[in-house]
C-alpha cells in the first residue's frame, strides 16, 4: 500500500469523494504527506488545512510558516491557531485536547471531514503504551478510523513517499528526546520487536481489527447503566465486570487500581463506602455500586 491508494481506499470507504476535507497539518513529515496527497487527489477547493501552534518551541513560529507556505504553493486554504500558554502539567494530552477542540469547530464551520495523518507505527506505540499502563480490550483498539487516512500504513512508507515525491517537512527535535515515554518506545523498543516481528504494523493492524470486534461485542452485553445492584454484578464475567468499570471512567484507570476496586467489590464491603477510580468516585450504598462524579 501507498499514501495514495490508502488515501483513495479510504475516501471510497467513508464516501468522502464530494466532502471538503479539513487536514491537521503540525509541519512533520507524516501531516505534510497527507496534505500533499490530499491536495493531489480531493476535489480542487474542497481541501483546508488546520495547523495549531503550541507556543511551546522557540521553532513554533517557523513551523507555522511553513505550513502556510505550503498551503499557498498547493492552493489550500490555512487556518493557524495559536495556544497562548503552555501547560504546567501532562501537558502532551492537554495539546492533545486542544487540537480536537480546534478541528471540531472547524469542521463544523467549514462542513468538512477532518482527517490526521496518524498511521500504523503510531497504533504500535499506542497499544505497547496502553498495554504498559494497564487497558482493556477497547484500549488495544485506539483508533477511530473514519479520522485517519493512513491508518494502516507504516512510518516508513511515508518517509519513503516523501523521499519519492521530494516533499518537504520540519523535524520536531524533542520527538528525539527519550525523556518522553512515547519517544523511549519509538526508538528503544520497536526496533527490538522488530527483530522478532519485521512487520510489526501489520500484526498491530490485525489485532486491533480483531480487538475491535472484541470490544463491539463486550458492548452489547455490558450494563446499560451507571449503576447496578453490587449482587447483580457478582453474576458477571470478570471480563464484563472491568469493562463496565472502564466504560465509567473519563480518565483510563491502572491495572492496578482497577485490581484493587474489583477486590474491593468481590469482598462486599459494608456500610457507605466509597472507592476512586479513573477519575469517579464509585460509592456502594444499600448493596447498589453508584457513581458520585
Same mark, same amino acid.
Given at each position: 500500500?501507498?499514501?495514495?491508494?490508502?488515501?483513495?481506499?479510504?475516501?471510497?470507504?467513508?464516501?468522502?469523494?464530494?466532502?471538503?476535507?479539513?487536514?491537521?497539518?503540525?509541519?512533520?513529515?507524516?501531516?505534510?504527506?497527507?496534505?500533499?496527497?490530499?491536495?493531489?487527489?480531493?476535489?480542487?477547493?474542497?481541501?483546508?488545512?488546520?495547523?495549531?501552534?503550541?507556543?511551546?518551541?522557540?521553532?513554533?513560529?517557523?513551523?507555522?510558516?511553513?505550513?502556510?507556505?505550503?498551503?499557498?504553493?498547493?492552493?489550500?486554504?490555512?487556518?493557524?491557531?495559536?495556544?497562548?500558554?503552555?501547560?504546567?502539567?501532562?501537558?502532551?494530552?492537554?495539546?492533545?485536547?486542544?487540537?480536537?477542540?480546534?478541528?471540531?469547530?472547524?469542521?463544523?464551520?467549514?462542513?468538512?471531514?477532518?482527517?490526521?495523518?496518524?498511521?500504523?507505527?503510531?497504533?504500535?506505540?499506542?497499544?505497547?503504551?496502553?498495554?504498559?499502563?494497564?487497558?482493556?480490550?477497547?484500549?488495544?483498539?485506539?483508533?477511530?478510523?473514519?479520522?485517519?487516512?493512513?491508518?494502516?500504513?507504516?512510518?516508513?512508507?511515508?518517509?519513503?513517499?516523501?523521499?519519492?515525491?521530494?516533499?518537504?517537512?520540519?523535524?520536531?527535535?524533542?520527538?528525539?528526546?527519550? %525523556?518522553?515515554?512515547? $519517544?523511549?518506545?519509538?526508538?528503544?523498543?520497536?526496533?527490538? *520487536?522488530?527483530? !522478532? @516481528?519485521?512487520? &510489526?504494523?501489520?500484526?498491530?493492524?490485525?489485532?486491533?481489527?480483531?480487538?475491535?470486534?472484541?470490544?463491539?461485542?463486550?458492548?452489547?452485553?455490558?450494563?446499560?447503566?451507571?449503576?447496578?445492584?453490587?449482587?447483580?454484578?457478582?453474576?458477571?464475567?470478570?471480563?464484563?465486570?472491568?469493562?463496565?468499570?472502564?466504560?465509567?471512567?473519563?480518565?483510563?484507570?491502572?491495572?492496578?487500581?482497577?485490581?484493587?476496586?474489583? %477486590?474491593?467489590?468481590? $469482598?462486599?464491603?459494608?456500610?457507605?463506602?466509597?472507592?476512586? *477510580?479513573?477519575? !469517579? @468516585?464509585?460509592? &456502594?450504598?444499600?448493596?447498589?455500586?453508584?457513581?458520585?462524579?
Amino acid at each position: 500500500m501507498t499514501p495514495e491508494s490508502t488515501f483513495v481506499e479510504f475516501i471510497d470507504q467513508y464516501q468522502l469523494a464530494k466532502n471538503p476535507l479539513l487536514v491537521m497539518v503540525s509541519g512533520g513529515v507524516d501531516s505534510m504527506v497527507l496534505l500533499h496527497v490530499a491536495a493531489k487527489l480531493h476535489l480542487a477547493g474542497q481541501v483546508f488545512v488546520l495547523h495549531v501552534n503550541h507556543n511551546a518551541r522557540p521553532e513554533a513560529s517557523d513551523d507555522a510558516v511553513f505550513v502556510e507556505s505550503a498551503c499557498l504553493d498547493l492552493g489550500v486554504n490555512c487556518t493557524t491557531k495559536m495556544l497562548k500558554t503552555a501547560p504546567t502539567k501532562d501537558a502532551e494530552n492537554s495539546w492533545r485536547k486542544e487540537r480536537l477542540n480546534a478541528v471540531k469547530a472547524l469542521s463544523a464551520k467549514e462542513k468538512a471531514h477532518w482527517v490526521t495523518a496518524h498511521h500504523a507505527t503510531d497504533l504500535v506505540e499506542t497499544v505497547l503504551h496502553r498495554m504498559a499502563k494497564g487497558a482493556g480490550v477497547t484500549g488495544l483498539s485506539p483508533f477511530d478510523n473514519s479520522h485517519k487516512p493512513f491508518w494502516k500504513l507504516s512510518k516508513q512508507s511515508i518517509l519513503d513517499y516523501a523521499a519519492t515525491e521530494k516533499i518537504a517537512y520540519r523535524e520536531d527535535e524533542t520527538n528525539a528526546d527519550e %525523556r518522553f515515554e512515547r $519517544n523511549l518506545l519509538r526508538h528503544k523498543v520497536l526496533p527490538e *520487536l522488530r527483530k !522478532i @516481528t519485521p512487520n &510489526l504494523e501489520q500484526v498491530f493492524v490485525r489485532n486491533a481489527q480483531m480487538y475491535a470486534q472484541y470490544a463491539d461485542f463486550i458492548q452489547t452485553i455490558l450494563p446499560q447503566n451507571n449503576s447496578i445492584q453490587l449482587a447483580d454484578f457478582a453474576t458477571l464475567h470478570p471480563l464484563v465486570q472491568s469493562e463496565w468499570l472502564r466504560g465509567l471512567c473519563p480518565q483510563s484507570p491502572s491495572g492496578d487500581e482497577l485490581s484493587d476496586c474489583l %477486590r474491593w467489590l468481590k $469482598n462486599s464491603p459494608k456500610g457507605n463506602t466509597k472507592k476512586q *477510580l479513573g477519575g !469517579i @468516585t464509585l460509592h &456502594l450504598k444499600n448493596g447498589l455500586i453508584l457513581v458520585l462524579n
